[in-house]
């Protein structure tokens, strides 16, 4: 994969799962007005692409720290702005999911990849505990900003948890 | 496939359609405020990992038959909504079609398997006649709740029989 | 592939785009009241039926011309939207991008191909160059009428020189 399709689907990544945030939530779509995500996308794929021509590749694990930290990030800004707007905890829980989720899986189909989601690691559901410490404790009274932040750091360590001792989750006895 | 994500495949497949079809018709997405529709897909999902440990495998049969289920119940969902706020019939059979098929549409893609809607049997024509039978039926003064009765029989026995009798419809002469 | 599928995936390439750019852009979806598209697709579907079945294959050239002029009208398109309801240069660029390519990725991804968008070849970048071209010319105060044909033609004729030429444009100096 070269070109120019690198950009697309490296912006599909960053900005899908907000984009079906805002679409569900019937929100002004993020990106719409505020052009700077854009411009800030574009940047991070040009440093990727000057790295990647200088160092023959990026390590694996630096890789996926780096989708672990975009899950967390993405995953809050989901919760957050679905309360932001009255939404119910369980309702929260999911838009923090799919936009914590949903930009990798637009990436993994377009590439033609397993998406990460369904290859059993724990994935969606760091954002689902990630979620609940959220929405939990918000009502103890914390302000917003540590919340956000114990969220994002529950999700972030599950994550990596995960993939440091490949915690899997089985939910079959009989594998298929 | 194992885990978590198996949820989120059942999950996308059983509100996905509905999903799509709010957005496009500008409503507000169905389990958006009402969560007992994630509630009860969490309970489904339970139940068949419950199953699905107790037996080693459900039978393709029964599998069949229940996606054909959703598929009727899903389409007159999406005519029956799309008629409901004043769409043109040929919008509503469209958005039956939309309903009822994009769930199992999106599971196919993330799973990477062929859409079962283009593997040459009939699938989407199936919801076609559902909506023609709903939007005809329902000008002859029948209540609504027959039409949706009706619509969803004839879609439900049409795919039935189309998978009893591998009824295919060939639009081309030569295969490619 | 053969049978009705075929359809949807016509429909689906032919209203895909526009319809994930009136999502975005928060406008009702443009076949939604007016049928008339729908019905067009029909028709197109049908004639190619016909065509198909009394001759063995399309040229695949002729394919090609047809996916760059449906990519180079639909790109401009979503840029006349974007800045007809008044968004920035940058945003109405990208959803040319999106009206233009999303189709075929919906295409591609349902009929289980590499998008085309990221096979390397000169694709969403001539939706950008056409972009570009309608947000600066339009400054210049040329009619509307001309700026779309102008920059309709710039979308086509980059999109056809990158075909005839195979011109690729290569980001990484080390292929993967």
């Given amino acids: 994969m070269d070109g120019f399709g690198v950009i697309v689907l490296a912006a599909a990544t960053g900005i899908g799962g907000g984009t079906i945030r805002d679409l569900i939530l019937d929100q002004p779509v993020f990106w719409l007005h505020d052009t700077s995500y854009i411009y800030a996308i574009l940047c991070a794929v040009l440093i990727s692409i000057f790295w990647l021509n200088?160092?023959?590749?990026i390590p694996r694990t630096l890789l996926q720290i780096a989708d672990a930290i975009g899950?967390?990030?993405f995953a809050v800004m989901g919760v957050q702005k679905a309360l932001s707007i009255g939404?119910?905890?369980m309702t929260a829980i999911i838009m923090?999911?799919?936009t914590g989720c949903f930009g990798g899986v637009i990436r993994d189909v377009l590439a033609r990849e397993i998406p990460l989601l369904l290859k059993g690691e724990l994935y969606a559901i760091t954002c689902i505990?990630?979620?609940i410490v959220y929405t939990q404790t918000i009502?103890?009274?914390l302000a917003t900003e540590y919340v956000m932040l114990l969220s994002m750091a529950s999700t972030l360590f599950l994550r990596l948890a995960a993939m440091r001792y490949n915690l899997v989750l089985h939910v079959f006895k009989y594998p298929n």
Same sequence: chains 1, 2, 3.
């Fill in 54 to 57: 200088r160092h023959e590749n």
């Fill in 71 to 73: 899950l967390a990030f």
């Fill in 87 to 89: 939404m119910p905890d």
């Fill in 96 to 98: 923090g999911v799919l």
């Fill in 129 to 131: 505990f990630g979620g």
């Fill in 139 to 141: 009502k103890l009274g």
